[in-house]
């Protein structure tokens, strides 16, 4: 019934949207296939394996194509983002710090996957995904670091094409997101962690929202992105998607199918994806069931109380540790049993966070850090790590500048700080690249980010009736 109703919904806005769009073809996203497609896991596959033999046959010919051809694999790198003139339809359009970060790049991801299929004449191909919070897959896969095969780049960080660099697990680890129970919060982490830190890390092309989609690996990590949404789903405990929020439902975003016409979708139109858009990943879970036109009774959120607020001046990193201290003498017998509390959840908040230009490099934070003390990722003194990407720099948004914020979840290193020192809480940042034969090295700083307003919260999550609140998210 439900289906139905929504397939109903769909046509009708297709209809009302052709005439805006020319040359829109009508695509079958409700048609359910026999046998889904499926994203399969990168690890362990040969670079023989017809998945990435037929990925690099695809490029290779979609970088034949004139770039003004929407199949051309620089045109669909340009969807994503350039800083080439020309303005073609969809340039420009990802979405980043917004709350149409998943829903966009799934959007993104399915049509790019239907082009490679009809550009390799692989017509069972599926994007595979590259699960680097496996640690067997922590280096670049190896067949992108062979450079005579089309998913090789030269232009990625230092010792990424070598198979030297790795990364630090501890900054990809997605448990903090995964936790959250509203939408929004949890996109937003994971979005930072570990997406944000996987282009940071890369660095080069993918370093950069304007030249991210130019690298072949840019593909096989937003498969990732895509599968931790279901992943996140299928954990339950009132976890939903945002239904209750009409933009987030009715935002139309344009893109091209296999045979270069544009069209058109909302993320109705991609909620569940094996059975809208023919998908499942190998190994995962089965898929949460949501229906646009049942909005969820009650939607869960945070809300979040400032208790502790730095009075400094706003903080500058660079290529140097930075520590400012924070003065809990007043709030030392509230904050002990908070962290050690499972209802409640105490957040460092980074906010009004931004750069002039990418950073090219991430900084660890660390909350509680004991003096000479050295940092140590795996610690239980660091909270997170500082990695932008889109959102926050000035130079790098077709969309209108928003800072970017970060909320840290601090629980563990609030309870091991005081411990020891009941008076103050050490905040530092240290600058940090990925593993170099698994030592950690230090990213060359290419511009600083200054950091707005520091304060450590309290968060509850909330059950509300109905609609999506106006959090201090909506952006
Ligand atoms: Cu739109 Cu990972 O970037």
Avoid at 45 to 57: F, H, I, R
């Amino acid at each position: 019934m439900n289906t139905n109703l929504s397939r109903r919904r769909f046509l009708v806005t297709a209809g009302a949207t052709a005439a805006v769009i020319a040359g829109r073809s009508v695509y079958d996203v409700d048609k359910v296939w026999a046998a889904a497609y499926t994203r399969r896991n990168l690890g362990g596959m040969a670079a023989t394996d017809p998945v990435l033999v037929s990925y690099g046959k695809a490029i290779k010919a979609m970088k034949m194509l004139p770039g003004t051809d929407p199949l051309s694999w620089g045109y669909q790198a340009a969807i994503h983002g350039t800083t080439l003139p020309g303005g073609y339809t969809a340039w420009n359009t990802c979405e980043h710090g917004t709350h149409f970060f998943w829903s966009w790049h799934r959007m993104y991801l399915y049509w790019f996957e239907r082009i490679i299929r009809k550009m390799s004449g692989d017509s069972s191909w599926a994007l595979p995904y590259w699960d680097y919070n496996d640690a067997s897959q922590r280096a670049l896969p190896a067949a992108f670091r062979d450079s005579s095969s089309e998913l090789y780049l030269m232009d990625r960080g230092f010792g990424w094409n070598t198979g030297a660099a790795s990364f630090d697990p501890n900054r990809l680890d997605p448990s903090n997101g995964n936790l959250l129970t509203s939408f929004f919060d949890a996109q937003s982490s994971l979005e930072q962690q570990p997406h944000n830190h996987v282009h940071v890390d890369i660095g080069g092309a993918m370093g950069d929202p304007s030249t991210a989609a130019i690298d072949p690996v840019f593909f096989v990590h937003h498969s990732n992105i895509d599968r931790l949404w279901n992943l996140w789903l299928a954990q339950g405990g009132g976890r939903a998607d945002p239904l209750g929020d009409a933009a987030w439902r009715n935002n139309n975003y344009t893109f091209f199918d296999e045979k270069g016409q544009a069209v058109q979708m909302t993320a109705c139109d991609i909620l569940r994806a094996a059975e809208q858009l023919n998908y499942i990943y190998e190994g995962e879970p089965s898929q949460v069931k949501e229906y646009c036109l049942k909005v969820p009774r009650f939607v869960l959120f945070l809300i979040v109380e400032v208790l502790i607020h730095w009075p400094g001046p706003p903080v500058e990193l660079t290529g140097k540790d930075v520590t400012v201290e924070l003065d809990i003498r007043q709030f030392a017998q509230r904050l002990a049993p908070l962290a050690e509390s499972k209802t409640e959840q105490v957040f460092l908040e980074l906010k009004d966070v931004e750069a002039e230009r990418s950073p090219g490099a991430a900084w660890d934070v660390y909350l509680g850090l004991p003096p000479n003390t050295v940092p140590n990722p795996g610690s239980p003194f660091r909270v997170g790590t500082v990695s932008l990407f889109s959102a926050g720099i000035r130079s790098k948004t077709h969309k209108q500048f928003t800072p970017e914020h970060f909320e840290f979840r601090v629980n563990r290193a609030i309870a091991a700080a005081m411990r020891t020192n009941k008076e103050k809480l050490p905040l530092t940042f240290v600058p940090a690249g990925p593993l170099i034969d698994g030592k950690a090295s230090r990213a060359e700083v290419k511009a600083p980010v200054h950091i707005g307003a520091i304060n450590i919260s309290i968060g509850k999550v909330e059950k509300r009736e109905g609609k999506e609140p106006e959090g201090p998210h909506q952006k």
